[in-house]
């Protein structure tokens, strides 16, 4: 009797379900839905017979997130009762996924690192990202493991009021591991939290159906900057402290900014993660959504590696960019999600003096080698971008295998702010399936520009080569080239196998590129 009860208690603490799989067929982790979260009224989804959580999350689109091995893998997406699948479109589409329709049921196979977003009839996008299996995941328990639901940290799930304190104690705690081997670890359920400082030679592990919470109160939170566009306070929700190195946030869970309620509610924006002047930081395999600002902030830090997240923003409010990497170097952002009313991926630099620049640590630098690297991007504005503001200069910087599932502009080098230049940047490998929306006049897939916007000025872009695009859609306004004046202009610009929507042939001209809003640009060069 006592073997069956801890049999009992061993599975009621496994924090997702495996399903059993035949040789050959995938194997399927799911994880349990957050208790602040609801189902999807729209969808429902199985892999392999394994029934996985669909969060209703907006107007826009409901999520799925779970794990799966190698091996053959069928999802089963049900709509409410009442509905019928007339028509599908799978992204990203150059995977070439094919469905199977039945009543009100769509079929289809998908792999291990999949980030898909389905769209059936005129409903809602289904966005699905099944990640790989987790290679290192810790134990709950051991001499380096920070457990904060155990002694001396003892945080409920679930319960009403912030566990900061606790936490970040835990935190504490575990970089002071010999060799940086400390871990925290936190269990699935939801833990309100304000802010939180990642330590030096630590991880932070979030299991599948965890989330940290932004807390929602607005003494629980340091006030770190100003944001003068937007009339409003903001904080660094989760920071690194200036000289903070050798850092690690990973696992399957999630960081939720609350960032309607908190804009709406308390008029601060929060940014969800901010890297500040450090080093040698991962983040690996966490869901990120909801922030009330620029949600994953890199700033003056350098060897850093943002991989495998799923970054899910609304799109009723706006300067939710995705990830802005501002003034560092050598830094990896590669096999993401990224959905947002602004920016998912783009990168800035600026001035010690501008308005959310005053409290940064260090200062004003140079920014280089930075590579996006087999990304999927969902936004309003600029699915891939350099800028507004570029007061230092920026270098080094590629975009590659890259989709673009919609988008008002999906590349873009807009020069606004400051008067540093911009040189040798790649945008390869660029597949740009839908511009259906549109920002300032423009609803195309290249932008490039200047703008004085600060009445300095502008500085010089040179050295820009565009390769390797698909356009599926070319939006409806023309695509753009424009430097300032004679003095401020585009350089050096090599286009190189252009395809546009119901030609055969790559472009051979600016023109058939739909490139035709030029002005102070010398030395454009085309190859098919």
């Not at 995941?137 to 001499?143: D, E, L, R, V």
């Not at 620029?294 to 009723?316: M, T």
């Not at 999906?410 to 390869?428: E, L, M, Q, S």
């Amino acid at each position: 009797m006592k073997i069956l009860k801890l049999l009992s208690l061993l599975l009621f603490l496994i924090p997702f379900q495996i399903s059993a799989a035949p040789p050959g067929t995938a194997e399927i982790y799911s994880y349990p839905m957050p208790g602040i979260y609801h189902a999807s009224s729209v969808f429902t989804l199985e892999v392999n017979g394994k029934k996985i959580p669909v969060v209703g999350y907006n107007s826009k689109y409901d999520y799925a997130h779970f794990s799966l091995s190698a091996g053959k893998a069928e999802a089963l997406v049900t709509l409410v009762p009442g509905q019928v699948v007339t028509s599908y479109r799978i992204s990203p589409e150059k995977k070439e996924i094919k469905g199977i329709l039945s009543g009100n049921q769509l079929k289809f196979y998908l792999k291990e690192g999949d980030y898909l977003i389905v769209k059936i009839n005129n409903l809602r996008e289904l966005v699905i990202a099944a990640d790989v299996v987790e290679k290192d995941q810790p134990t709950s328990s051991g001499k380096t493991i920070f457990n904060i639901t155990r002694r001396p940290y003892s945080v409920k799930p679930n319960q009403e009021g912030p566990v900061t304190k606790e936490i970040q104690q835990a935190i504490d705690d575990a970089s002071k591991v010999p060799g940086g081997k400390g871990i925290v670890y936190v269990p699935a359920g939801v833990y309100p939290i304000g802010n939180l400082q990642l330590k030096s030679n630590t991880s932070l592990y979030l299991e599948g159906g965890s989330v940290l919470l932004f807390s929602g109160k607005k003494e629980d939170f340091k006030v770190n900057a100003h944001k003068a566009s937007q009339k409003r306070d903001l904080t660094w929700w989760i920071y690194t402290d200036s000289g903070t190195h050798d850092v690690k946030i990973y696992g399957r869970g999630t960081l939720d900014g609350n960032g309607k309620y908190a804009t709406e509610h308390l008029n601060i924006g929060s940014n969800i993660l901010a890297v500040m002047h450090s080093e040698n930081v991962i983040l690996d395999g966490l869901l990120i959504r909801d922030s009330g600002s620029w949600a994953i902030i890199p700033i003056r830090s350098k060897n850093l590696v943002f991989k495998n997240f799923k970054l899910f923003n609304r799109f009723d409010m706006g300067e939710n960019d995705g990830i802005d990497v501002m003034e560092s170097d050598h830094v990896t952002v590669e096999h993401a999600i990224g959905i947002a009313l602004d920016d998912p991926f783009s990168t800035k630099t600026w001035a010690q003096n501008t308005d959310l620049c005053r409290n940064w640590p260090g200062m004003a630098k140079p920014q280089t080698n930075i590579t996006f690297d087999n990304l999927v991007s969902w936004t309003y504005c600029y699915a891939y971008k350099i800028g507004q503001g570029v007061m230092q200069d920026q270098s080094n910087i590629t975009f590659k295998n890259c989709v673009v599932y919609d988008a008002a502009v999906a590349i873009g080098i807009h020069h606004k702010w400051g008067t540093a230049g911009v040189n040798n940047v790649i945008f390869d490998h660029i597949d740009v399936e839908r511009l259906s929306y549109q920002n300032d006049d423009h609803r195309t897939w290249a932008v490039f520009f200047m703008q004085n916007g600060d009445h300095k000025g502008s500085g010089p872009v040179s050295g820009v080569q565009v390769r390797n695009v698909l356009i599926r859609d070319a939006g409806q306004s023309p695509g753009k080239l424009k430097g300032l004046d004679s003095a401020h202009q585009f350089r050096n610009i090599h286009f190189e196998h252009i395809r546009m929507p119901g030609i055969l042939h790559s472009a051979s001209s600016l023109k058939e590129m739909n490139i035709t809003d030029v002005s102070f640009a010398e030395n454009i060069s085309i190859s098919p």
